[in-house]
């Protein structure tokens, strides 16, 4: 599986993105999909994720209620919506791919696509 992530860009604080991760494949809908994001000098950290049988998903507590993943896999293609983002969310954003349920954990996810960059400007 190879995944693109896309859709960042520089955005004033209190403003939306959406992030795009287009994977390719044929079994993309047996995939867990899972969004993280690394800002300068941390480590990564985890943002959401979505199963892949109903879609369920769970967020980490620093987005839950203003990011909200979806999938579409009749395009092969998870999303991050980013509303009322905040300086704190400026960081490189990654997806990323499991066989199964989602995960938490970075480590539990076998594929990974190239980070966008989110800057959020105070």
């Known amino acids: 599986v190879q995944l693109q992530a896309s859709g960042g860009g520089l955005v004033q604080a209190g403003g939306s993105l959406m992030l795009s991760c287009a994977a390719s494949g044929r079994t993309f809908s047996r995939y867990g999909m899972g969004w993280f994001r690394q800002a300068p000098g941390k480590e990564r950290e985890f943002v959401g994720t979505i199963g892949w049988s109903i879609g369920s998903t769970y967020y980490a507590d620093s987005v839950k209620g203003r990011f909200t993943i979806s999938r579409d896999n009749a395009k092969n293609t998870v999303y991050l919506q980013m509303n009322s983002l905040k300086p704190e969310d400026t960081a490189v954003y990654y997806c990323?791919?499991?066989?199964?349920?989602?995960?938490?954990?970075?480590?539990?996810?076998?594929?990974w696509g190239r980070g966008t960059q989110v800057t959020v400007s105070s």
């Open positions: 990323a791919a499991r066989t199964g349920l989602g995960a938490q954990h970075a480590a539990a996810y076998d594929y």
